[in-house]
């Protein structure tokens, strides 16, 4: 963050509640022409402190409105293994973020699915496939209290 400026950090501020602003607008609220704001927004994007540019979907208008958090041990830690099981679950689309953690389990999975029944189905033919599953803990979300996507800068 040593080479932004507060003018760069006001830019990702904005392109993070509103990816869609036109440059215009973007310029009128910095008090600053387009041209120096169009041209901010493109070293920010080259030099990697924008990544991409997505859509959030509503999840419950989507049919995928159970949130899962599967905590997962495995059997061994041989960096096969680990290797492998990354592979695998980066593949299954239920699983839409993952984390490799300390303490009692190695990985925790988010899962978006549509309900009981799709979570079951997901455990029994996709997840128990996975070699070297030691065993896992399911955490039901009844209720989503607080989600952002927004850094705190």
């Known amino acids: 963050m040593e080479n932004l400026d ?3 950090l006001q830019i990702l501020r904005h392109l993070q509640e509103d990816s869609d602003i036109n440059i215009k607008d973007l310029a009128s609220k910095l008090f600053l022409t387009a041209t120096p704001i169009y041209e901010r927004i493109k ?3 080259r ?11 509503d999840k419950k208008k989507m ?12 059997k061994e830690h041989a960096r096969n293994v680990g290797s492998n099981f990354v592979r695998d679950i980066v ?4 699983i839409i973020e993952s984390y490799n953690i ?20 997901f455990v029994m033919n996709k997840l128990s496939t996975i070699e070297n599953i030691g065993n896992t803990q399911t955490i ?14």
């Open 140 to 153: 039901f979300v009844m209720g989503e209290i607080k989600h952002s996507t927004a850094l705190n800068f």
């Open 43 to 45: 070293r920010l994007e």
């Open 63 to 74: 049919n995928l409105g159970m949130i899962v958090f599967c905590n997962v041990r495995l």
């Open 102 to 121: 300390a303490g009692d389990y190695d990985f925790m999975l988010k899962i978006l699915v549509k309900d009981m029944e799709s979570y079951q189905d």
């Open 47 to 57: 030099e990697g402190y924008i990544m991409k540019y997505v859509a959030l979907l």
């Open 91 to 94: 593949a299954l689309p239920e």
């Open 6 to 8: 507060s003018t760069d």
